[in-house]
T-cell receptor, first 117, second 105 residues
Framework: DTGVSQDPRHKITKRGQNVTFRCDPI?????LYWYRQTLGQGPEFLTY????????KSRLLSDRFSAERPKGSFSTLEIQRTEQGDSAMYLC???????????????FGEGSRLTVL | DAKTTQPPSMDCAEGRAANLPCNHS???????VYWYRQIHSQGPQYIIH???NNETNEMASLIITEDRKSSTLILPHATLRDTAVYYC??????FGQGTELSVKP
């Protein structure tokens, strides 16, 4: 079990640039989640996938943000035209679906820390 | 909007029980309550979950009120290594703001 892996772990970029983060979930997990966390705050839900279908998106996910999970395995989160307010830790998690509203235990990766200068 | 609230910080003496509360008044009837903890900016780690009944595992106990609007995570014999931020997820994939637990010798 290699766990949830995220890449890159750290990214420093200039305002206005595009960045992309990758998440590889635990192999048998059918659900994948993206969260954002700023210092001193709890993780904020962004979006989640069940297999390749994006089932829910938070209002936090502006049109500069796009997430994909093309084959139901790994996922990417792209931020276009980054702003300083996008600086945060981006966390990915995966789970094995239980009931329709039981997410199952979320297994988190170590996160990708974004700094926008 | 879904709302999950937790006290920002708590102290506990080593060896004593730590009781961490969470309010999740908007939780739906078939949504589980989950608790996670986070250490040193690592990703959150699962502790325990429950629906209606109280639950216990090797890490902690979870007490859920009958109306399911609140719950309490109990660490029965807190150790210094339990110092961390504890998050409650009370439905809709929404985390609370977390309680920073400091276990003191």
């Amino acid at each position: 079990d290699t766990g949830v892996s995220q890449d890159p772990r750290h990214k420093i970029t200039k305002r206005g640039q595009n960045v992309t983060f990758r998440c590889d979930p635990i192999s048998e997990h059918n659900r994948l989640y993206w969260y954002r966390q700023t210092l001193g705050q709890g993780p904020e839900f962004l979006t989640y996938f069940q297999n390749e279908a994006q089932l829910e998106k938070s209002r936090l996910l502006s049109d500069r943000f796009s997430a994909e999970r093309p084959k139901g395995s790994f996922s990417t989160l792209e931020i276009q035209r980054t702003e300083q307010g996008d600086s945060a830790m981006y966390l990915c998690a995966s789970s094995l679906l239980g009931g329709s509203v039981n997410t199952g235990e979320l297994f988190f990766g170590e996160g990708s820390r974004l700094t926008v200068l | 909007d879904a709302k999950t609230t937790q006290p920002p910080s708590m102290d506990c003496a080593e060896g004593r029980a730590a009781n961490l509360p969470c309010n999740h008044s908007t939780i739906s009837g078939n949504e589980y309550v989950y608790w996670y903890r986070q250490i040193h900016s690592q990703g959150p780690q699962y502790i325990i979950h429950g629906l209606k009944n109280n639950e216990t595992n090797e890490m902690a106990s979870l007490i859920i009120t009958e109306d399911r609007k609140s719950s309490t995570l109990i660490l029965p014999h807190a150790t210094l290594r339990d110092t961390a931020v504890y998050y409650c997820m009370g439905g809709k994939l929404i985390f609370g703001q977390g309680t920073e637990l400091s276990v003191k010798p």
